[in-house]
């Protein structure tokens, strides 16, 4: 089966039907979500709107779904169904609420799916989208770090299309040139290094959620915020590299540049290192996978190097930054390693968001987890992932409760 990177370079799109495109957007209440419909709205293409998703926030999604005429709104979270009804009243808009909602709505034809919901709450959505043969947006990083393999092989089968547009990713799969991947030595993934690349560990340990989601140059949802401050955002990145380039763990480099211009970067055989620059702003990589085969007109900041003037670069700190060595280790390990450290990560931050354990603390409970919970079993079915997912929540929460348990702490 071709993997559905060379899928994705090798077909022309939009070949089949000649109307205008139909498309969804799952999580377009967050900041992808937001950024992907205002990169849509300034387009010159006129699209079609299927579903529009979100959460907690109906009243914007309301707003969103009567502005773009979309066939049906769905808030992931039950309780939300009346407030959404009532918001969309008389617009003709469908309403409906709750993971299986969310999942069917993610199911209807549409040639161009945005995935954009955080964490692994994405991953059902995202495979019902690609299960339909769309092209697939993939902002959404857990679906390749949990499932990888599976998600990429559900993707072959349907003939789904993947654009990465994580900014790294999408970087690199602008300069990758599939047609001579024996001759990639390697991909340099980019990292702003967060607010706290100059920090101690001391300083570090007494942070707030509030000073690690103050990103230096991106602004993003809160729990990637903090993800880019313990470095742990790089982690998933790496994996979620690995499964997409289809590169063995050694060849996935990672260097700290506090700019965020290089987004990243592919070595090859001779030499040649060939990277992607832009502004700091999502809408080039969401406008580049709207756009693809083609480019199109974004309206975003151009770089004035005269005025950038430096890019500078330096290793990452992998003893103030574990998240980067763990990542390897869950590489190295396979299966359902990815699964139960993101696993361990998402309950971790979300500990740390509600104050039940230091920001340090995050990378010792994913450690811990991955020591005692990780193996390496096929991570080949849904089953497998989300009982891998839960187990890794699990240990993890025993270790909130138990901090005495966690290195660090
Ligand atoms: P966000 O928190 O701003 O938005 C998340 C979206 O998902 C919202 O629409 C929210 O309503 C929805 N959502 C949250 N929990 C949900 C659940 N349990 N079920 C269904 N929907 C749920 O996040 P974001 O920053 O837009 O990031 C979205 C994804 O894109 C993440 O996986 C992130 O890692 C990735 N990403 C984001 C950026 C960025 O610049 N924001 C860059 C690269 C990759
Ligand atoms: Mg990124």
């Given at each position: 089966m071709p993997h559905p990177l060379a899928q994705a370079r090798l077909t022309e799109r939009r070949g089949a039907s000649s109307g205008p495109r139909r498309i969804s957007v799952l999580g377009s209440t967050?900041?992808?979500?937001?950024?992907?419909?205002?990169?849509?709205?300034?387009?010159?293409?006129?699209?079609?709107?299927?579903?529009?998703?979100?959460?907690?926030?109906?009243?914007?999604?309301?707003?969103?779904?009567?502005?773009?005429?979309?066939?049906?709104?769905?808030?992931?979270?039950?309780?939300?169904?009346?407030?959404l009804k009532e918001a969309l009243s008389g617009s003709g808009v469908e309403v409906a609420a709750g993971p299986m909602a969310l999942e069917e709505a993610a199911s209807l034809p549409a040639d161009w799916v945005m995935a954009g919901i955080v964490g692994i709450a994405g991953l059902a959505p995202t495979l019902a989208a690609a299960r339909t043969g769309a092209t697939i947006a993939l902002?959404?990083?857990?679906?390749?770090?949990c499932a990888g393999e599976y998600f990429l092989a559900e993707c072959s089968r349907s003939g789904a299309q993947i654009i990465p547009v994580d900014s790294e990713h999408n970087a690199i799969f602008q300069v990758f040139e599939s047609r001579h991947h024996d001759a990639i030595e390697r991909i340099i993934l980019t990292a702003s290094g967060g607010p706290f690349r100059t920090w101690t560990l001391e300083e570090m340990a007494g942070v707030t959620p509030q000073s690690a989601a103050d990103h230096p140059n991106w602004s993003m949802g809160l729990k990637i915020s903090i993800d880019s401050a313990s470095m742990f955002n790089k982690a998933l990145e790496m994996i979620e590299a690995q499964h997409l380039f289809d590169l063995p763990p050694e060849a996935i480099e990672v260097i700290v540049h506090p700019q965020?211009?290089?987004?990243?970067?592919?070595?090859?055989?001779?030499?040649?290192?060939?990277?992607?620059?832009?502004?700091?702003?999502?809408?080039?990589?969401?406008?580049y996978a709207f756009a693809w085969p083609y480019r199109a007109h974004v309206p975003v900041n151009r770089l004035d190097f005269a005025e950038l003037a430096r890019l500078d670069f330096e290793p990452p700190d992998e003893n103030r930054f574990p998240a980067l060595r763990l990542a390897r280790e869950a590489m190295a390990t396979g299966g359902t390693a990815g699964a139960i450290l993101n696993g361990a990560k998402e309950a971790a931050l979300d500990a740390f968001i509600e104050g039940r354990c230091g920001f340090l603390d995050i990378a010792a409970i994913v450690e811990s987890t991955l020591q005692t919970r990780s193996n390496a079993s096929d991570a080949n079915s849904m089953e497998a992932i989300i009982e891998a997912d839960r187990i890794a929540r699990t240990y993890a929460a025993e270790l909130i409760n138990r901090p005495g348990k966690v290195a660090s702490a």
């Open positions: 967050g900041s992808i979500g937001v950024n992907t419909l205002d990169v849509v709205q300034h387009s010159t293409e006129t699209a079609e709107v299927v579903a529009l998703t979100g959460m907690g926030n109906v009243d914007l999604l309301a707003s969103q779904a009567r502005q773009f005429k979309a066939e049906i709104a769905v808030t992931a979270d039950p309780a939300k169904y009346a407030d902002a959404n990083k857990e679906c390749l770090v965020s211009v290089v987004h990243s970067m592919v070595g090859y055989a001779d030499g040649s290192v060939l990277a992607q620059l832009g502004s700091p702003d999502m809408r080039t990589a969401i406008g």
